[in-house]
């Protein structure tokens, strides 16, 4: 399975997208063990880069908010 993007190029909504299509796919009962371990690998991977973005668009909001807040 061929990867749409680098990780480190990913956008939230791209990587959530991958993940949805990867949900899909494992709902099929005729899926192949072999790819069934790489889907869920890449599922991780994804899963990762979505907890970093939302990590850092949460710093990102206290950077914005401190500055106000200490007026």
Excluded: F, H, N
């Excluded at 063990?33 to 907890?51: I, P």
């Amino acid at each position: 399975m061929p990867r749409k993007k680098d990780d480190a190029d990913i956008g939230y909504e791209d990587a959530v997208t991958e993940l949805e299509e990867i949900l899909e796919a494992l709902s099929d009962d005729d899926i192949d063990v072999d790819e069934l371990a790489e889907r869920v690998k890449r599922a991780t991977e994804l899963v990762k880069v979505c907890r970093d973005r939302i990590a850092a668009a949460r710093l990102e909001v206290k950077e914005i908010q401190l500055p106000e807040e200490s007026r």
